[in-house]
């Protein structure tokens, strides 16, 4: 992740070799090709970096709905703005012919987390929780794009980004998740 940090999105496998502190020579023998690394990278950066960010959160007893939105979505886009070049890295690699989507597996992770959490709110209050996978996945789906596209023109002040998405997330959450037990 270090050669990544220092060079970004476009990193040769002497980079990573030279973070490393080995030879190139050593790095294949743990990876075939570089396309084998770069699936390592992201692994390790969905694993140590971003859901712990983002699970830890969703998880996190928070005093409100608002509040648990407002901690997620500032989460990710701290993530930005701490990280850009993982960032940038693994945005770039996402959906690589002939290789698994890992940052999609990721987003699958966030999703499938906040789905748990609105299909049991529905559930104690009695409602089909059908609904809560196309509701999670809405807000992850909103989220990220708008993030990205936040990423590259900086519009608005962080802050104030994550407060338009709140915003938004939580206006339709709020209108459609029952009250907390």
């Not at 906040?114 to 909103?142: D, H, I, K």
């Not at 900086?154 to 709140?166: F, H, I, N, S």
Request: hydrophobic residues 45%; without cysteine.
């Amino acid at each position: 992740m270090e050669a990544v940090r220092r060079t970004g999105p476009d990193f040769a496998v002497d980079d990573v070799a030279r973070s490393a502190g080995v030879s190139k020579t050593v790095i294949y023998r743990y990876f075939t090709d570089k396309d084998e690394l770069v699936d390592a990278v992201l692994q390790r950066i969905s694993d140590t970096v971003l859901l712990p960010r983002l699970i830890g959160e969703i998880v996190r007893e928070h005093p409100d709905d608002r509040a648990a939105l407002r901690a997620v979505i500032a989460a990710f886009v701290s993530l930005i703005e701490d990280e850009p070049e993982l960032y940038r890295f693994a945005y770039a690699h996402t959906g690589r012919s002939g290789r698994a989507d890992l940052v999609a597996a990721t987003e699958h992770r966030i999703a499938d987390a906040l789905a748990a959490l609105f299909a049991e709110r529905l559930t104690v209050a009695g409602q089909p929780s059908g609904t809560a996978s196309t509701w999670a996945y809405g807000v992850v789906g909103m989220v990220q794009l708008t993030s990205h596209w936040w990423a590259t023109t900086r519009q608005v002040p962080a802050t104030e980004l994550v407060e338009q998405l709140v915003a938004l997330a939580d206006g339709g959450l709020g209108a459609l998740l029952p009250p907390r037990a």
